[in-house]
């Protein structure tokens, strides 16, 4: 397991942080899939920091650069893989946390695990950073799905407890979320705005929801049991780094629905079988039933935070203040949107592969 | 993937509803291991039909037969295999529901996906029966775990929207759980029950969330990551029919969270680091920092009721109004709790075994 | 890994020699292919003992009973499990193994992995019984990969030094074997038996080559480096208990060759590519090239002859004389014909749909 | 599968002969290994071309670039990846085989499968130079086992049916392999050079057999079944190019032997069980006895050959004659010595963490 995701396709995420270069692989995918590499350039843009005036002012540029499996702007049959080199050089300001770990972030639990050889600075192989990989997959799989008619996308559902304007569970108004700020209701994202700038001005952060919509799907993808796509797409989207839940449909919410208003009635319209309400989010059975898939994904608060935070000294085990350096974003929630479409792409596109199989 | 799961061990769940026999295989399981069959007959009958009142009143003999893997009380290495035999003789009542799907179950998708070859009766392969080999597989694991040091429990948190008091995150009450009927706060449990009792007046079902802690981890289970504890938790979780929703820790509570509220401050308690709070839910950076694991499932209201709803027929592509006859649970929550730790403890074991492998 | 097998199916087998039942789960397997049970059942009578006057004495009824995933006839979608009961009950004659280990056998090695949990009757785990649940799963691959007009054929190359005619590689006799004893040239086949005869007399038994074929394949089975079919296939065919080589085309005999006597030129016949020759055993990158694939595998002599043998007490840490007891082929090699084809069924279908989820 | 192989560790192999740069990516590996990067450029330059007059002139500096999972000389927990960077640019040489594929080569099946779209230059993704990557991997898996007390190491056994002196399987003679020609025989050594010049001097090429032992190995490695050491090394061996068979200990030579000859008695020595012969090549149940692990890898002679070859045109559908250009080794045994020993390393090193995981 570790960094490796896939049953159709392999997906190998590798770099730290600071290290030489970080990338991926991408393995099992057919030969002759058009790439359009500024398309995936586009979409990358959407993730990279310094984007606005609360991102991180690091300038990442997250050029990827393809060593194998593209020719002539086709895939070959042999493995992806892209790197994206890292310019920051070694930083000195991570070698006190191995002795003192940040509250919420993998220092205490990467030094246990790996006595002390962890690379630490900035985060390591634990950073956000590694989703600009994740992001190379998903663009390229999203553009698979796309020539296929399936389409994805993401808006924030949720920041600091103020919901944007949910995706219609039916139809997802996908053309209307924002390119800038990708949220539906620009009401709400001012509010948002707000709120993300309050807690920067207090040294915090803010946490808060993505919401993913997935359409154009055919029935039957997914497997039974733990091959089902909640799961399948659960695994992946854990994979993004300060997520701490995943739900489908009408998820959390199911609990205190009866039966009879959360069954989603069969009718047809247009001589397709369809629901009258998506309750499932487009999954029955851990199989897809043709009406959009809905999930969301709740991400903690940044936990770099430039207040004064209780800790711990590993090597003299007592009590220390500690203060984070450096600077961060005060909310990755923006950043999250495309992440989040990227890791939906990937399961999906690995479920597309599995599902021809077996057709 | 479909129906098998596991990086160190490999379980296989086989059997429909109403076919000759269900079971799993647990492959991968090291030798010499204690297996108490008498504690774990105890624990499949948490599972089993007609305990109480309102659970479906078929009465389901779940005696395992093991057919290998165990001699003599203990695993010897070989893989284990465990049958129930169905006593249950085909059923008629579903011959017509290949026609007209069940609006919430896995009918419809399963005829797309199957071309009409699946079986249908009672279920099949996705029926909640196939929870009791699921439920072999964990409670072997859970005594192996025990065995270790590790438990894992789990209560009902809410059913029809009435909450439980929840698990302390740091010392959850694993033994105020209640027997009967597993809630911690019998004044809860009681109204829990009566909103149960009105649904099935009403022919109708309600929902709810399971709540499962597990403590005594040691630092460091979990792979960065897509091999992260709450990717493989939530892989197999899913893999319980109904469950649409998976959360860890504060888990979709974090997003109206400040960082300084969210991150858990260390502590040194009696010569050991731990956190001053759990908001993590014992996870960070997808490894176990020692806390408590704590997470929450939300199990969909029932599908099958007995209420006329409104679905199709696939044969003449016209509306129709469905009747589901048989006899159902007007809630599963209950019954679903000794799931949720087995699937908790077989993503536990899996990921125990990985950690051996890289010490 | 362990007992379990697959890329696109996942085979677990199961069972101890004297346990319970042996059986096996084959998952992931398309809905709607046809089984024909009696087919399956003349298939598994090849490999039963007592079909001659030199195997085993022993009596083993060979009939699957089926669990699950078959529908009047039919493949349902869902993991197909079957199991063999055994008869015989648990025998006094392996108790000493435990401090003795036979020569050639897995006992030792057993013992120190298991530390003395193994189950020793019969071989356990390790006993070539369980090539009885591998033929299962085999023989519906094979009737399966047939419906594709592929078909898979065997005969013993060699016994005990004494040479079959070798399949043409080009245009595999397949219809030529011989039934009671899988032979092409009758010649042969009656100076095997009489060595075969020879070594019992002797108390003593010889080993041999099963060579197997494969036509009708497509052009594009397979996948670069780990995942070519030469690969795949040798891990399966390794599976059965007593193989030590497996070559393929010209195997081991290439080494003699120079490149212009090795290569396959390609030449044109009735509008298909193919190739003059056949040194590449229908295999060229990892990736069938529509030829016939040729593989030959060789069995040691069976390890338990009835001639005292040189042993030590693992107890006492000193040397000892075994003798051992029971009644035992004094050659596998016809018995394993069938087994060498179930073995590379599995292998192609697994092979055959991955191939098409990537067409 | 495909490119990717393990079962504890992930390795992912990349890159195509002409294109950017060819890698690999380790995933899996423990933090706190130590690597020492010379060493491991001294086992590479082994792999290299041009060392010799009879291999390939083109001048490859395989020095291997660590991107990620290496800090200050240690392995840090993350996945390990490091690429070549390739300093030829794309050959025009190759344009013509897409129609007109050179015999022995991948160029046919690669043309069907991948429908025009692979990468043929060089050889693509099937190219020989792919064994690079794999020998870094496998370079590093060698310094870990060695470590422990493994040692892994091979000669060329035959070349055009010239024998080396076999290695002797109770006490491998590994320190007595030559560097410049990994021969134990210089006598032999001579005679298969002169053979390869021949060979050459007719623009030919000849085959031959590596011969490979692992000493210091604990009793127990390796599963049952399928996860037995012959067929998780197979699988991997079966992963380099050109190889067409491969046997353990006795191998084929087993069919030709009585039981009495090949099982091999058990003794005591110096207080350790161990066998006095070595006919199961220190493997038996799929488990390792502690005896040393003999395999031979048979390769077939170098396809490119500069002699005219029989071919046809796939685009006219008619015969053609074919001359290969571009220079290229008449022998490639000698280089492939120590990729047999990567290959063999990698599988054992898996199998050494995932015994580490049950015991």
Chains 1, 2, 3, 4 share one sequence.
Request: aromatic share 6%; charged share 20%; hydrophobic share 40%.
């Amino acid at each position: 397991m570790s960094s490796t995701y896939g049953q159709m396709i392999k997906l190998s995420i590798f770099g730290q942080s600071h290290g030489a270069a970080i990338g991926m692989t991408l393995d099992g995918v057919p030969a002759g899939l058009s790439v359009d590499l500024d398309e995936l350039q586009r979409f990358l843009k959407r993730r990279a920091p310094g984007q606005n005036d609360f991102s991180t002012p690091r300038k990442e540029d997250d050029a990827p650069e393809f060593l194998s499996g593209l020719l002539d702007g086709y895939t070959c049959g042999a493995p992806i893989t892209a790197i994206i080199k890292n310019t920051n050089t070694r930083s000195v300001d991570y070698k006190n946390l191995m002795d003192c770990p940040r509250p919420g972030h993998a220092d205490y639990t990467a030094q246990v695990k790996y006595g002390g050889y962890q690379d630490l600075s900035g985060g390591g192989h634990f950073s956000g950073r590694l989703t600009a990989p994740l992001c190379i997959a998903g663009g390229l799989c999203k553009q698979w799905l796309d020539a296929q008619g399936i389409q994805i996308g993401a808006h924030i559902a949720n920041i600091a407890g103020i919901s944007d304007t949910p995706f219609f569970p039916v139809s997802p108004q996908l053309a209307q979320v924002g390119v800038d700020f990708p949220v539906i209701s620009k009401e709400a994202g001012a509010i948002m705005r707000r709120a993300i700038q309050d807690a920067k001005a207090d040294c915090d952060s803010v946490g808060g929801i993505v919401e993913c919509a997935v359409t154009g799907l055919p029935v039957g993808l997914g497997e039974p049991m733990f091959g089902g796509m909640e799961g399948r797409i659960a695994q992946m989207v854990y994979g993004i780094p300060a997520v701490k839940g995943v739900e489908f449909g009408a998820g959390f919410g199911t609990a205190k629905l009866r039966g009879s208003q959360n069954n989603d009635p069969y009718i047809i319209e247009d001589g397709i079988v369809k629901t009258q309400t998506n309750h499932a989010g487009g999954i029955l059975g851990g199989i897809t039933n043709g009406m959009p898939l809905i999930l969301r994904a709740a991400f903690k608060p940044t936990p770099s935070i430039s207040r004064p935070q209780t800790s711990v000294s590993l090597g003299h085990m007592e009590q220390k203040e500690l203060i984070v350096k450096g600077r961060h974003d005060p909310c990755i929630v923006p950043r999250a949107v495309p992440v989040v479409e990227a890791a939906v792409a990937i399961a999906i596109y690995d479920a597309f592969l599995e599902w021809k199989a077996r057709r």
